[in-house]
């Protein structure tokens, strides 16, 4: 087996997403190690979970920083020590800025509930709701400068019912979630999507025939 995927978390809350790729790797699904859990916010819930599983945490909490330049730029040294080949975002409530994106490149990931480009930011549920939508669903995607704009490495859809509720589009886009982010992180440790200067390369096999994670 190849060395397994280096991976640093970052997360802010509940840490349902780490929670699924910890299960995978454990369940052996997921050929990647965690070097590292990251939170801005020590109450994150995720972190109990890490710390239950033996994992490394460490808690930069933003509010001891004056400006998101000197939060993204101890965070970034932090990052470098590890030496991960991925920064996986998961539920990280911050926005990165431009100069540890830069150091990144092509290397940060984050999941997002929505198909994007539909619904950037906050409140996603809520703003298809109210517009009425009949389909919603999730993004993972690379990050770049632009807030939840860069290239789109999955998505997956789901039907939007009358008289749904916010609960019901997260309990239907969190089972997509929990199977997606391990999923995409599989096709990168098997070498079956590699990136390369900001561009997607997906063997063709998967290409053929396109993993569905419609309900
Ligand atoms: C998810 O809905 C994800 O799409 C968004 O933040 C939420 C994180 O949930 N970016 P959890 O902390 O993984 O449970």
Redesign the pocket.
């Given at each position: 087996m190849s060395k397994p995927l280096q991976l640093a978390i970052l997360?802010s809350?509940?840490?349902?997403?780490?929670q699924a790729i910890i299960d995978a790797i454990e369940l052996g699904k997921l050929n990647a190690q965690i070097k590292v859990v990251i939170s801005n916010n020590s109450a994150a819930y995720?972190l109990v979970r890490a710390t239950k599983h033996g994992l490394n945490t460490w808690v930069i909490d933003h509010r001891d920083f004056e400006n998101r330049e000197q939060y993204d730029t101890v965070l970034q040294h932090y990052l470098e020590s590890v030496a991960a080949d991925y920064i996986v975002l998961?539920?990280f409530m911050r926005i990165l800025g431009p100069a540890i994106i830069k150091a990144f490149a092509h290397r940060i990931l984050n999941?997002?509930?929505s198909l994007l480009p539909a619904y950037k930011g906050l409140n996603t549920h809520q703003r298809a709701l109210d517009d009425g939508v009949t389909q919603h669903g999730?993004s993972i995607h690379l990050v770049t400068a632009e807030l939840d704009d860069g290239p789109i490495i999955c998505q997956a859809r789901y039907p939007v019912e009358a008289g749904d509720r916010i609960e019901d589009l997260q309990t239907r886009?969190y089972r997509l979630?929990h199977r997606m982010y391990p999923q995409v992180l599989g096709w990168l440790s098997d070498s079956k999507l590699t990136i390369e200067g900001g561009q997607l390369f997906y063997e063709q096999a998967l290409l053929e025939q396109p993993i569905s994670f419609d309900p």
């Open positions: 997360i809350g509940n840490g349902s997403n780490l995720g998961a539920g999941i997002h509930p999730v886009g979630e």
